[in-house]
T-cell receptor, first 115, second 111 residues
Framework: ETGVTQTPRHLVMGMTNKKSLKCEQH?????MYWYKQSAKKPLELMFV???????ENNSVPSRFSPECPNSSHLFLHLHTLQPEDSALYLC??????????????FGPGTRLTVL | SQELEQSPQSLIVQEGKNLTINCTSS?????LYWYKQKYGEGLIFLMM?????EEKSHEKITAKLDEKKQQSSLHITASQPSHAGIYLC???????????FGAGTRLFVKA
C-alpha cells in the first residue's frame, strides 16, 4: 500500500455540482492536511486536522467543507465552486502535526477542473 | 508573515551538468524541507534540515542550511533526465505550526 492515496485523481465538475475528494493514509499518522496548488503559486494550506480535530482553517471559503471521520481518512466536500477553484488539491499526513517539525508525506493529488 | 523565495524560477541544464537551487526565507528557519514534484503529481520528500550548517545528501542531491538559518541551497551533481521536475522548499513558519512553501523551481534536463 502506498503511504497516502487520493481519489479521484481527476475531477471535472460544474459550478452547481456537489462532489467530494477522498484521502487515506496508511502510515499511522495523527495529522492530516489539505493543500491547494494553483499554477505558479506556492502551495496554500487549507485545513489541518490533528487527532481528528480541526486545528487550522486558513480562511478558506465555506464552499469547501472538510471532514475527518478518523485519523486515517480525510475528505474535502465541494459545492457551488467557482472556475478559479480549479487547481491540484493535495493531501498530506504527518506523525504528530500541530507545532511539530514532523515531515509531511503527500498524496498524488486530485486535479480539479471547475467549468 | 514569513515567505520563502526560490531561485531560479526555472532552469534548463544539459544532462551531466551540475546545478544549484536556492531557497531564502524572510525570517529565521526552524526546519527546512526539500521536496520534488513531478508535473501534476504529489510531492516526494527529499530531506529535512534543522541545524545551521547542516548538510544532507540523497543520491546525487545535496542540501545545506546556512549558518544564519535563513537560506538553504540544493545542489544536484551530474544531472540526469530523472532529476527533472519541480523542486519546492518548505519551512515551519515562525508564527505557528503552519508549513509554508516556496513557489518552486522547475528543472528541465536535456538529454
Amino acid at each position: 500500500e502506498t503511504g497516502v492515496t487520493q481519489t479521484p485523481r481527476h475531477l471535472v465538475m460544474g459550478m452547481t455540482n456537489k462532489k467530494s475528494l477522498k484521502c487515506e493514509q496508511h502510515l499511522g499518522h495523527n495529522a492530516m492536511y489539505w493543500y491547494k496548488q494553483s499554477a505558479k503559486k506556492p502551495l496554500e494550506l487549507m485545513f489541518v486536522y490533528s487527532l481528528e480535530e480541526r486545528v487550522e482553517n486558513n480562511s478558506v471559503p465555506s464552499r469547501f467543507s472538510p471532514e475527518c471521520p478518523n485519523s486515517s481518512h480525510l475528505f474535502l466536500h465541494l459545492h457551488t465552486l467557482q472556475p478559479e477553484d480549479s487547481a491540484l488539491y493535495l493531501c498530506a499526513s504527518s506523525q504528530r502535526g500541530h507545532a511539530s517539525t514532523d515531515t509531511q508525506y503527500f498524496g498524488p493529488g486530485t486535479r480539479l477542473t471547475v467549468l | 508573515s514569513q515567505e520563502l523565495e526560490q531561485s531560479p524560477q526555472s532552469l534548463i541544464v544539459q544532462e551531466g551538468k551540475n546545478l544549484t537551487i536556492n531557497c531564502t526565507s524572510s525570517k529565521t528557519l526552524y526546519g527546512l524541507y526539500w521536496y520534488k514534484q513531478k508535473y501534476g503529481e504529489g510531492l516526494i520528500f527529499l530531506m529535512m534540515l534543522q541545524k545551521g550548517g547542516e548538510e544532507k545528501s540523497h543520491e546525487k542531491i545535496t542540501a545545506k542550511l546556512d549558518e544564519k538559518k535563513q537560506q538553504s541551497s540544493l545542489h544536484i551533481t551530474a544531472s540526469q533526465p530523472s532529476h527533472a521536475g519541480i523542486y519546492l522548499c518548505g519551512a515551519l513558519s515562525t508564527g505557528g505550526f503552519k508549513t509554508i512553501f516556496g513557489a518552486g523551481t522547475r528543472l528541465f534536463v536535456k538529454a
